[in-house]
C-alpha cells in the first residue's frame, strides 16, 4: 500500500470531470469510484465524460454520485466506457472540448488512460490551460513516471492462468507452446508473464528470430530431459508470425502449436493490488488538483505516489529490462 501524499489544499473547485480513454484496463472502475467518492467528500460535484474523449468531443458528459460508482470496485472494463478518438488529435476541436468545460463550469479534468491518451491530456493542458492530471491506466506497463500501470498486474495474472492450463496439455502431449500476448512495442508484459510463467524463451515484439537457434535450443532442453516447452511471444511481429512459427518448429522435429491469448487479457476483475493502485492515485489525483498541481500524472516510483510532469511521461518510453530477459533463460535451463 502507498501512502497518499500530504498536499496543502489552495484551491477548491465546485466541479471536476473525469474520463477513461484509450484500451480498457482493469482497475479504471477502482480509480474511478475513488475520483468519485474522495471528490464527493470534499463538497466537489463530478461529471463523467462516456466513451473516453470521443464524450469530451461530443460535450456527453454525465453527474457521477457517490451511489453511481457503487459496485464497481471489483469489475474490469470500465462503466464509462472507453474509445480512441481520432477527432481529439485536431487542436481546434481540443479547444472546443476546453470551452465546453468551461461552460460547464468544470475546472479541471482527471484523465485515466494509455500513453496516447495521456499525450491528449497534455496537449489539452497546454494548449488551453485546463488543468488536467493523468493517471496510468494500461495493461502494457510501458508509461514512464510510474512502475506499475492500472491493470498491468491484472493481464499478468490472467495470461498466467491461461498459461498453467495451457501447461497441461503440452505436458499431456509433450508439445512445445507458442503463446502471444499483448503489450505493445515494448514488451514488458512480454517479459513479465514469461518469467513469472516459467517461459523456456521470450521472444520480443524486435527479436530476430533465428529458426535454427530455437531448435537448437529446444533439441537440449529436450535433451535435458524437458518433454514440453513454453515460448512467449510479444505482440508486434508481422501478422500470423505465431502459428507460422509453431509450424516451423512441427516441421522441424518439434511439435509446437500457437495459442493467441488477445483481448481475454484486458478484460476480467481486477487483482487486489491493481484495486489498491487505483484507489491510491485516483484519491490522490483530487487532492493534486486541490493542491494546484496539474499536467502531470501520478504514478509510483521507489515505492511512493509521485507526480512527474506530463510532459516528460509522454517523451519517453519504458523498455524491458534485458537482465530480466537473461534471468528468464537462466532459469529456464
Ligand atoms: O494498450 C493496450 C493494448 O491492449 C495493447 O496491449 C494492444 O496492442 C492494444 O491495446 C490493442 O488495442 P485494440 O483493443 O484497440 O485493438
Known amino acids: 500500500m502507498w501512502d497518499l501524499p500530504q498536499l496543502p489544499a489552495v484551491h477548491q473547485p465546485e466541479r471536476i470531470a473525469v474520463v477513461t480513454s484509450g484500451g480498457d484496463a482493469p482497475g479504471m472502475n477502482a480509480a474511478l469510484r475513488a475520483v468519485v467518492r474522495t471528490a464527493c467528500a470534499r463538497g466537489i460535484e463530478v461529471l463523467g465524460a462516456e466513451r473516453g474523449y470521443t464524450g469530451l468531443v461530443d460535450n456527453t458528459l454525465r453527474p457521477l454520485s457517490v451511489a453511481s460508482v457503487g459496485n464497481i470496485l471489483h469489475r474490469g472494463g470500465t462503466m464509462l466506457k472507453s474509445d480512441r478518438s481520432e477527432a481529439f488529435r485536431d487542436p481546434a476541436v481540443r479547444r472546443r472540448v476546453a470551452a465546453h468545460l468551461r461552460t460547464r463550469n468544470v475546472a ?111 533439441t537440449a532442453s529436450r535433451q535435458r530431459g524437458k518433454t514440453s516447452s513454453l515460448i512467449v511471444v510479444a505482440e508486434g511481429q ?9 509450424q516451423q518448429l512441427s516441421a522441424r522435429g518439434h511439435q509446437a502449436r500457437g495459442c493467441i491469448l488477445g483481448h481475454v487479457q484486458r478484460g476480467g476483475s481486477p487483482t487486489g493490488r491493481d484495486r489498491l ?32 510532469a506530463l510532459a516528460d511521461v509522454i517523451s519517453r518510453s519504458r523498455e524491458s529490462r534485458t537482465t530480466m530477459l537473461e534471468l528468464a533463460r537462466m532459469l529456464s535451463n
Open 238 to 246: 508481422d501478422p500470423g508470425f505465431t502459428p507460422d512459427l509453431a
Open 108 to 218: 479541471a479534468l482527471v484523465v485515466i488512460g494509455g500513453d496516447g491518451s495521456l499525450t491528449g491530456a497534455h496537449l489539452l493542458s497546454r494548449e488551453t490551460g485546463l488543468p488536467v492530471v493523468g493517471l496510468p491506466g494500461s495493461i502494457d506497463n510501458d508509461i514512464h513516471g510510474t512502475e506499475h500501470t492500472i491493470g498491468f498486474d491484472t493481464a499478468v495474472n490472467t495470461a498466467l492462468e491461461a498459461i498453467d492450463r495451457i501447461r497441461d496439455t503440452a505436458h499431456s502431449h509433450e508439445r512445445v507452446f507458442l503463446v502471444e500476448v499483448m503489450g505493445r512495442s515494448s514488451g514488458i508484459l512480454a517479459t513479465a508473464i514469461g518469467l513469472a510463467g516459467g517461459a523456456e524463451i521470450i521472444l520480443m515484439p524486435d527479436s530476430p528470430v533465428v529458426i535454427d537457434e530455437l531448435v537448437t535450443g529446444l
Open 277 to 308: 493502485l487505483a484507489t491510491c492515485l485516483g484519491a490522490s489525483a483530487v487532492d493534486h488538483i486541490c493542491g494546484g498541481v496539474h499536467d502531470v500524472m501520478l504514478g509510483i516510483r521507489d515505492g511512493r505516489i509521485c507526480a512527474t
